[in-house]
């Protein structure tokens, strides 16, 4: 049992460890609010003074992984994001808009406020799968790419042209579904009659035909039956080997029979003298070269 006079100690010791506990605290609670306003005050600032906005498209708009979309198409396409907070850029708006350029098939946007305001563009363009054109002696006018996209090339002049010819309209569509279908015919066919495939003609929907080398093939309307049809080349390959060069082309239109037509005898001897000329045309050519190359030793030698 505590004497009054020690209980009096006692609490009064109490009374002082609590409000040196109560200094310490308000001291505490006031460096907080300090360092709070001062935070506060270095993000207001930030937003006032630092420049958050976009002012040179060529130094603040990093564009990568297009090889046939120029960059300059790209960044056209992102005027609007100049002068704006960054802040307030969407990406996703501009993915939307540059990927509406028929030569782009995927595209990613990143922004970045920090060491500056910029935007980043990743681009992944459309692969190309066939060149269309009006026909035989037209003009290459558009690119169809893989996904069935037509990239013209009024647009993209430096976009690959494919071998594999497709005549057409200028506003031909094609779906993805359409592009892998093709692809497995042509693959059919040059495997069955061992040359490459060359041109699809589409101008005719009721009178598609596939070209090869030196052959034609009629394949009429496409419909559920083509797989069927093609699949009687198989039957008729020996005698496509036997008239190979003769043959104007096959009909595989009906479903009964293969017609085959015959080139006329004036047409065969307007191929071969027009074999027997280019044979000529790269001899000569041939020979040409020989001779500068021997004149180019001739002067090392010298």
Request: glycine letters at 4%; aromatic letters at 6%; hydrophobic letters at 40%.
């Amino acid at each position: 049992m505590l004497s009054p006079e020690k209980r009096r100690e006692w609490i009064k010791s109490r009374r002082d460890q609590r409000k040196a506990a109560r200094q310490i605290h308000g001291r505490r609670q006031s460096v907080r609010m300090v360092l709070l306003l001062a935070v506060i005050t270095t993000c207001i600032a930030s937003f006032i003074y630092l420049p958050w906005c976009m002012n040179d498209i060529d130094s603040d708009v990093k564009v990568r992984g297009n090889i046939y979309v120029s960059t300059d198409q790209i960044k056209s396409l992102l005027a609007e994001s100049l002068h704006k907070p960054i802040f307030q850029v969407d990406p996703n708006k501009l993915e939307k808009k540059i990927a509406s350029l028929e030569g782009v098939k995927h595209v990613f946007v990143k922004r970045a406020a920090f060491p500056k305001p910029q935007l980043s563009v990743e681009v992944l363009e459309e692969f190309p799968w066939a060149t269309l054109s009006s026909g035989p002696e037209g003009s290459n006018e558009a690119v169809i790419a893989e996904s069935g996209r037509v990239i013209p090339l009024s647009k993209f002049p430096n976009f690959p042209q494919p071998k594999l010819k497709i005549y057409g309209p200028s506003n031909m569509k094609m779906m993805p579904a359409a592009v892998k279908q093709w692809a497995t015919w042509i693959s059919y066919i040059e495997k069955q009659v061992s040359q490459p495939v060359t041109a699809i003609d589409l101008r005719k929907p009721f009178d598609v035909a596939v070209e090869t080398e030196h052959l034609d093939l009629k394949l009429g309307t496409l419909d559920n039956t083509v797989t069927e049809r093609l699949g009687r080349l198989i039957s008729i390959i020996d005698v496509l080997n036997t008239y190979k060069g003769k043959l104007q082309h096959v009909d595989l239109a009906l479903d009964n029979n293969i017609p085959l037509k015959m080139h006329s005898p004036a047409q065969l001897k307007a191929m071969e003298e027009a074999a027997k000329r280019l044979a000529e045309r790269e001899k000569r050519l041939a020979g040409k070269v020989a001779e500068e190359e021997g004149e180019d030793e001739a002067v090392e030698e010298i």
